[in-house]
């Protein structure tokens, strides 16, 4: 399904799902589309998916035992390096499953933090994602990875390393208060740093990882930051002025969002949330190319009331249009029911006009089609928060950007 880079040896992997009151097969198939764009990011190939219907998850093995010898021949005969579960697991079920299957075992948690590890550039980042690697852990020291000494390296094995997880919870402790210290620390210079930029509005871009942020930062700010097909291409906030007509303000590009952020990484990411708690203004970015959209939607919606912002005026950017692809119905065919997966662009622009009013705006960042429009949205919206703060000099600033 995924171009692979031929150059790249991939590390062989399975992916695991199960259905249940929560989770539809159709659903369960969606999340491990995610997982497997996530594992693919991370540097693995997907051979297989098992998915099992289970009611109430196996307290050893979260999936039932048949099922766990099924994946076990899969893995034995094909050369899997590690085998990764969509759902969470107690750190008694991955060590069991890891005893029986004799390969490494990550869940979607563990799968996002590599990820991040993967990719933190600055000494910041690093720390962030180290502090979160490290509370995934803790509960899971029980000597986790300890006979899989031959095959260290690849998926779920940067990072915090196993000298640590052997020898002692308190080492792991004192290092997570040593790293919170830290982090405390920049927290207060980075504070500082925001509160130094004066009284220019600031615009925060959230919104589901890949959905096209940073290819949008760097359009209207002339900048350039790095965009790329992957999960958590971004994981440092750029902050950009970017000036309009000729009406300032600030810009700043962050780490997407995901269903099941680990908490931890929510936790650890708090300064970098920052940027976007003190925003007077976001832009929700939706990739509406992708077949989920809508579930994306919740989910930022869902993480920005976790983080306290729930109720800040946000402009939603409707991306990737050219992309879009309708599903049609033939007109033979009687049987499928019409749903918003039928549904044209101009269906969309109706329907999220009728609920955001002119707050909704459908884009394509890539080939810059309907920018002017954007431009024009973005300008009314700073420009009345600029106007509410500074009263007496809104004569700078035309009503209308086309008046410049
Ligand atoms: N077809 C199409 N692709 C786009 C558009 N905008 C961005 N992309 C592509 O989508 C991919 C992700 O873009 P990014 O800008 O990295 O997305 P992001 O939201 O910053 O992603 P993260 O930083 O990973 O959260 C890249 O391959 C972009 O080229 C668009 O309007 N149309
Ligand atoms: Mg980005």
């Not at 290092?175 to 600031?202: C, E, F, P, W």
């Not at 952020?261 to 509406?288: G, N, W, Y």
Request: negative net charge; hydrophobic residues 35%.
């Amino acid at each position: 399904m995924l171009e692979k880079n031929q150059n790249i040896e991939h590390e062989k992997t399975v992916l695991v799902g199960v259905i249940n009151q929560q989770q539809n097969e159709k659903k369960v198939q969606e999340y491990l589309d995610e997982l497997e764009f996530l594992t693919y990011t991370a540097g693995g190939s997907v051979e297989k998916r098992f998915i099992q219907k289970v009611d109430t998850p196996n307290p050893k093995t979260y999936i039932g035992s048949g099922k766990i010898k099924e994946v076990e021949a899969f893995v034995s005969e094909n050369d899997i390096g590690s085998v990764i579960f969509d759902d969470e697991l107690s750190a008694v079920q991955q060590r069991n499953i890891e005893k029986i299957l004799r390969c490494k075992i990550l869940d979607r948690t563990g799968l996002i933090l590599d990820i991040f590890a993967q990719r933190a550039q600055t000494s910041y980042a690093r720390t962030q994602v180290e502090l979160a690697q490290y509370e995934y852990l803790l509960p899971r020291l029980t000597g986790l990875w300890t006979h899989l000494e031959r095959q260290r390296g690849g998926i779920g094995m940067r990072g915090p390393g196993e000298t640590e997880i052997e020898t002692d919870r308190r080492i792991v402790r004192d290092r997570i208060s040593l790293l919170k210290k830290k982090l405390t620390k920049i927290d207060r210079q980075m504070g500082t740093q925001r509160g130094n930029r004066g009284a220019l509005v600031r615009v925060a871009l959230v919104g589901y990882t890949n959905v096209g942020k940073s290819t949008l930062m760097n359009v209207i700010s002339k900048s350039d930051v790095f965009a790329e097909n992957k999960l958590f291409a971004t994981l440092d906030t750029t902050v950009r002025k970017v000036v309009l007509g000729n009406l300032p303000f600030l810009l700043s590009d962050t780490v997407g969002f995901i269903r099941k952020l680990p908490t931890q990484l929510v936790e650890s990411f708090k300064s970098t949330l920052d940027e976007v708690r003190e925003a007077d203004l976001l832009l929700h970015v939706v990739d509406i190319s992708h077949p989920n959209f809508e579930d994306h939607i919740d989910s930022v919606n869902s993480i920005l009331s976790d983080i306290g912002v729930s109720e800040k005026e946000t402009l939603i950017i409707f991306n990737k249009i050219d992309q879009y692809q309708v599903e049609t119905i033939d007109e033979d065919d009687l049987m499928t029911e019409r749903t918003s997966k039928h549904y044209s662009i101009d269906e969309w622009k109706h329907t999220w006009m009728q609920k955001m009013g002119k707050n909704a705006i459908f884009i394509s960042a890539l080939n810059k089609e309907n920018l002017d429009e954007f431009r024009r949205l973005v300008y009314d919206a700073v420009r009345n928060i600029h106007v509410s703060r500074f009263p007496y000099n809104n004569f700078l600033y035309p009503e209308n950007l086309d008046e410049y």
